[in-house]
């Protein structure tokens, strides 16, 4: 395993910055410009940062939401990577509904496909035994033609600069709170 996985330095951070970042980023696609007014962050793994976090944002229109995010979620198919539920008034959406039918036959079938390519000498679809991965796959393709077709990407690298200074803020709140707590023996 490469050693700049665990150096807070490299990475910039543990789980927020590696998995609260993408989440910042959906709730800023639903809510409009995000304003971070609490966060947490815990240490249960032996890490050199942390493996856990809860922050609390507010949208543009005041619609108030809560992400969770951890290196506690290995899990096996389909709750591989994320879980989003959006409460309203009227109803919910959750991500669990749109997960693919017999999703484990899918990813079967898709790594045999993938193994018959390689023996017929074809190119595999490195991307296809997951939709999860095909999901970021599809980002970079977009992003890598826009750039050699010269046009605006579809995201722009100042919506990455917003939610890392989201994340920052993040950590600066909850690094405030962890030093209002004072332990005694």
Known sequence: MP??????????????????????????????????EHAVTDRQLNLPYEDAATVVVRGERGTTATLTCGF????????????????????????TDYVPRRFTTYAARSA???????????????????YYYQAHYWALRDFLDAVRDGESPPVGGET??????????????????????????
């Open 3 to 36: 050693t700049w996985q665990l150096d807070p330095e490299a990475t910039g951070g543990g789980a927020l910055m590696d998995l609260g970042i993408h989440l910042l980023d959906v709730l800023e696609w639903f809510f409009g410009d995000l304003t971070v």
């Open 112 to 130: 045999l496909e993938n193994l018959g390519r390689r023996l017929r000498g074809d190119e595999p679809e490195y991307f296809k035994p997951t």
């Open 72 to 95: 506690f979620q290995w899990e096996t198919p389909p709750d591989v990577t994320s879980y989003l539920r959006l409460d309203g008034i009227a109803d919910s959406v959750v991500s």
């Open 160 to 185: 990455g600069l917003r939610m890392v200074e989201h994340v920052r803020e993040a950590y600066r709140i909850a690094d405030a709170d962890a030093a209002l707590v004072e332990v005694t023996e």
